[in-house]
Each structure stands twice: as structure tokens, then as C-alpha cells.
């Protein structure tokens, strides 16, 4: 009988990436369980953005993926997203815990069994992905041909390299971008400058111009500080007090600091005491440029010391807070390709810019685009939370119930990937208020206090609660502390319009309408604040300032009316409810719309 010929092996030239975790057996030693678990996470993230390129996933090996793509310039841009995608999600995780994957890249001419891949060409990735450094990226000379000039990163020649089974020599080159290059490959060693971390800091000795030695605790203290206030902001890296303290007393070059600590900014400052008061001086630098980004001065009647250094730190920290999201939203506004967290820093700047409908609508599509790249960003989550609990809280919209339940699914999702986020705990508290359930709201931002000390917010939304839980009088101290804590902040007007409302609330409607004024002073935007200073000089009998404070608030928010207001109510506490029927009424004398 003639032999049946043999059957022809399928081959095919594709775009094949292999990615492990360095130290995966270290990791696994110190956390068997949970190490299992984050491995889980970072591949079910994997996985998403390999379909947003095109690729499938061809196995999982232990610790590892093999994947193929039909096209090398996505299996680059994938590597990259896969990249800074699991940097951000270590960031807030200690180093020696951090899962750290190495990635190599080949095009190569494959075998096809089923659904499994083989060959030299896989091999060839194989080897290139032990070559990488943790975070890192090597290619192969065959993929980087079909890529250079194609795709928004650099590369570094790392030479012919002569890789384990492997015949013939390989030239190798690795990604260079936002830190995923490497310096020692197989002993071959190749300077390639690594961009410093997003939000990456260091707060140097403050300056302690009086001379006075024995105040150089105090000036120390400030700057330690104000180094461990840094640390809270989600995602910042901030290089250690006993490191910063090595430039004590000496004179820097920012640049030259920037570059041996590896961060993009740097922190001076100065105390001087001059009798009963005393004045910090505190700048933020550009460790690139050298350019000044961001000053502030405190200036005080001395008190107690101690007290002094807490409040000087915590005041000082939430205006970094916005300053470095500010800087961090202009860098990513020059990224070709912007990442999760770039989108994330784009997205709270438009929110930090303040509380109007198209800077929350701006807001939300770049939360919205993060969330499409990393469904897994917590930031992301809480500032889209936050969009929708702005917007049901400030204007009285149809679809508010809508908005808050689309908040609470995001929340829920940001405390299971991070329980002990201090901003997320202040989010669901302000959910809470809006949803009825004011005394759960209290224990979610002292929660969030706990977590974070100098989270002003906190503060004046535990006094937010108390006015509708019918404790309005209590309000007014729990503003003035998110007030002391940080006076420049960018949602203060929305504090002061909280005390003016509980004033209104208590019936001390000219006390009311300085705190709402005040508050219109800081921001005009906020449609509410309007409507309610017209109840207050309405019932003052000032009928005509009363009428046009109202014209104003429907310019801002034209569908606002009395019903839409009754029907937002967001409490049941029968002392909240006997309070507002006077506002009710201040607003139909003043002519707000019915409805």
C-alpha cells in the first residue's frame, strides 16, 4: 500500500512576546497566597489590554505569559501599556513586594500545534525576556526593524548577544520609556538614562534663617514632616528623610539633585522666626528644567511649636497635592501616548480647576479613558466617583439617582483593590449623605481621617452630614478645621457654602449670607449656593438682592426649581425637614422657579 505523504507542518511569521515575574519565588516565600492572588490581577489586566492590541494569549507557563500578535508594532505598544500599567498599580506598594515583569519581544517564524506556538522564534523571545531588567522590555533586531519610527518609544543597541541554544548571535535592544529601560543586560552594560517616577519628590532640609541652633528642631521637624504628609498622596515617591537630610547645611544644584535621586521634582524651603511670628518660605522645582513651579508663604503669630509643625505640614501638603497634579497633567499633555495615570492627571486637573458642568464633563472623559486602558485604576475609579456624586450633589438633575449608583459601583470596586484608601473612605462618605445615611457618612470620613490625617475634606464633609442629620450647629467648627488645614484649597468655597447653608438651616440668615457670599467670591459656579444666599435675603426681606441672586443661579444651573430641590431632600431626621420648610419658603419670596 502506497504511505500516506506527511502531513504538512503549519508555520506562520508572527510577533511573539514573553513576559515573567522577576523574583517570582522570593515573592511567593514571603506571601504564597496573596502573591497567587496579585498574579491573577496583573494577568486579567494583561489580558485586556493583549486584546485591545490585537493579540491573543497563547498559554500561561507558572509565573508567565507567551503571547502572539500578527503585528510587531502592537505587541510593542501592548508590552509598553502592559509596563506602565502594572507600574502604577506597584506604585503604592513596598518595594521589596512589588511583582515586576520582564518582557521580550521577537518576530520570528513560528510552528502552529493547535492553539500552542514552537520554534526558534519563540525561543528567541524566551531568552531576550530572561535579558530584560524587571519592568524592562528587549526586542530582537527583526522586530525592531519593523518598528523604529513607528512607536512612541526610544531604544537602547544592546548589541549581538549570544543567547542559551540558540545558534547564531541576536542583537537585542531595549525599550526605553518612563523608566522601562535597564542598565546591566548579561553583563553587557549600556547607559541608558531612566525618566524619573510620576510624582517623585524629594523635600530637602529647610533652611533655618535666623541662625538660632536651637530652633533646628523645629525647622527639621517641618521638613520631616512634610516628607511623611507627601507620602500619603496616592502614587507619589518620595525619597527618605535620612537621604534628603545628606544636603543639609550645603548648596545644591536642583538639577544635579534630580539626577542622582532620580525625581522630577525637588522641595526647598525656609523658616525664620522674627520675634512672636514666624515665616516659612517653601518653593517646588522642576528637577529637569530648574524652573520654580509652584511657592507659598506661611506667615503666623508663634503658638504652640509642636502644633505649629503639624499644621504648617499639613497646609503645605494638600497645596503640593494640587501643585504636582497640575505639573504631572502638563507633562502628560506632551505624551503622544498617554497612559492610565497620565489620563488620571489630566482628569483631576480639570476637576481642580473647579465645579463647573464642562470642567466635570472634561474631567470625566479622561476618567472614562483610564479606566478604558487600566479597568483596574483605583484613581481613576474615585475621581470618576467623584464626577458623578458632584454632579448629583450641586445640580438637581433627573438622572441623579442614576449618577450615584454608578458612583457607589466604582467606589465599591476602588476599596476592594485598595481598602485603606483614605479618599475613597471620604467619597463613599459623601455618597452616603446624599443617599440618606448621614451617621455612616460621619464614620467614613473619621475613617478617612484615620488614614490620613490632613485630609481637610474630611472635615467639612463629617460637618456636611451633621446639617442633615439635624446637628447643623456643629457644622461650623468642622469647616473652620478643613479651613486651617488648608485655607487655598481648591473645594474651600465649597466648604464655606456648607456653613452658610447650616446657618440658613439654624435660621441665622445674616450669618448665612456672609458664609454664601463669601463662598460666591471664591467660586460663582456653584448653582446651589446662589439659590440659597436668595432664601436667606429673602427672608431678611432684601427681595430685590434676593431676585437677582436667583437670575445668577439659573445662568449657572437653568433648570433648578423649588420641586427639584424638595425632591432631592436628602434626609429624613424630622428636624432637618422642620429647618428646610423656611428655606422653601425664602426661595418661592425670591422667585426661584417652581417647577
Not at 526605553?176 to 525618566?195: A, E, F, M
Not at 495615570?341 to 476637576?351: H, K, N, V
Request: glycine share 8%; charged share 20%.
Amino acid at each position: 500500500m502506497p504511505q500516506e505523504p506527511p502531513s504538512r507542518v503549519e508555520r506562520r511569521l508572527s510577533a511573539i512576546v514573553v513576559a515573567d515575574v522577576a523574583g517570582y519565588s522570593r515573592l511567593m516565600g514571603l506571601d504564597e497566597v496573596g502573591t497567587a492572588g496579585i498574579l491573577r490581577e496583573h494577568r486579567a489586566v494583561c489580558g485586556g489590554l493583549v486584546a485591545k492590541h490585537g493579540g491573543r494569549i497563547v498559554k500561561t507557563t507558572g509565573d508567565g505569559l507567551l503571547l502572539e500578535f500578527p503585528s510587531v508594532v502592537d505587541a510593542v505598544e501592548c508590552a509598553v501599556a502592559m509596563q506602565a500599567v502594572l507600574a502604577a498599580r506597584n506604585a503604592s506598594v513596598p518595594p521589596d513586594r512589588r511583582m515586576l515583569f520582564r518582557i521580550g519581544i521577537n518576530l520570528g517564524d513560528i510552528l502552529v500545534e493547535g492553539d500552542d506556538i514552537l520554534g526558534d522564534g519563540v525561543n528567541i523571545a524566551a531568552r531576550l525576556e530572561g535579558m530584560a531588567e524587571p519592568s524592562g522590555i528587549c526586542i530582537s533586531a527583526s522586530a525592531y526593524d519593523q518598528v523604529r519610527g513607528k512607536v512612541a518609544v526610544e531604544f537602547a543597541d544592546l548589541g549581538d548577544q549570544s543567547l542559551k541554544n540558540i545558534a547564531r548571535p541576536i542583537r537585542a535592544y531595549a525599550v526605553v520609556r518612563d523608566g522601562l529601560g535597564g542598565k546591566t543586560y548579561n553583563c553587557v552594560t549600556t547607559p541608558i538614562p531612566q525618566s524619573a517616577p510620576r510624582l517623585s519628590i524629594v523635600v530637602l532640609p529647610f533652611a533655618n534663617l535666623g541662625g538660632d541652633p536651637e530652633q533646628d528642631y523645629f525647622v527639621d521637624g517641618v521638613t520631616e514632616s512634610l516628607t511623611t504628609d507627601l507620602s500619603r498622596i496616592a502614587g507619589s515617591f518620595v525619597i527618605a528623610r535620612n537621604t534628603a537630610f545628606t544636603f543639609k547645611g550645603k548648596a545644591v544644584d536642583v538639577k544635579q539633585v534630580g539626577r542622582e535621586l532620580n525625581v522630577r521634582y525637588v522641595l526647598e524651603g525656609s523658616v525664620q522666626r522674627g520675634g512672636n511670628r514666624l515665616r516659612v518660605n517653601v518653593q517646588l522645582i522642576d528637577a529637569e528644567t530648574g524652573n520654580h513651579l509652584w511657592a507659598e508663604r506661611f506667615d503666623k503669630p508663634v503658638a504652640d511649636l509642636f502644633d505649629m509643625q503639624d499644621e504648617i505640614a499639613a497646609h503645605l501638603a494638600r497645596q503640593l497635592d494640587t501643585a504636582l497634579i497640575a505639573a504631572e497633567a502638563r507633562r502628560a499633555e506632551q505624551s503622544p501616548r498617554p497612559d492610565a495615570t497620565d489620563l488620571y492627571f489630566q482628569g483631576m486637573a480639570w476637576t481642580n480647576k473647579g465645579i463647573t458642568p464642562d470642567h466635570l464633563a472634561q474631567a470625566r472623559v479622561f476618567f472614562e479613558r483610564a479606566l478604558a486602558l487600566d479597568p483596574n485604576n483605583v484613581e481613576a475609579l474615585i475621581g470618576a466617583a467623584g464626577v458623578e456624586i458632584t454632579l448629583a450633589g450641586a445640580y438637581n438633575t433627573d438622572d441623579r439617582a442614576t449618577r450615584l449608583a454608578a458612583a457607589r459601583a466604582a467606589l465599591t470596586k476602588a476599596l476592594s483593590l485598595a481598602p485603606s484608601h483614605a479618599l475613597a473612605h471620604l467619597f463613599l462618605g459623601r455618597l452616603l449623605i446624599f443617599s440618606k445615611h448621614g451617621h455612616q457618612a460621619i464614620a467614613e470620613c473619621e475613617r478617612a481621617l484615620v488614614l490620613d490625617r490632613n485630609l481637610a475634606a474630611a472635615h467639612a464633609t463629617i460637618g456636611m452630614a451633621k446639617l442633615f442629620i439635624g446637628r447643623s450647629d456643629e457644622t461650623e467648627a468642622h469647616v473652620r478645621e478643613a479651613l486651617r488645614l488648608s485655607p487655598r484649597d481648591t473645594f474651600a468655597f465649597s466648604w464655606v457654602a456648607t456653613a452658610g447653608v447650616a446657618k440658613l438651616y439654624l435660621g441665622d440668615d445674616e450669618e448665612a449670607v456672609a458664609w454664601l457670599r463669601r463662598a460666591i467670591e471664591i467660586n460663582r459656579n456653584l448653582p446651589n449656593a446662589h439659590f440659597y444666599l436668595a432664601a436667606a435675603l429673602a427672608n431678611l426681606g432684601q427681595v430685590n438682592e434676593a431676585h437677582a441672586a436667583v437670575m445668577t443661579g439659573l445662568a449657572v444651573n437653568p433648570t433648578y426649581t423649588i420641586n427639584g430641590f424638595r425632591a432631592g431632600s436628602s434626609s429624613d431626621n424630622p428636624t432637618f425637614l422642620a429647618q428646610r420648610e423656611r428655606i422653601y419658603k425664602g426661595m418661592q419670596m425670591a422667585g426661584v422657579p417652581e417647577g
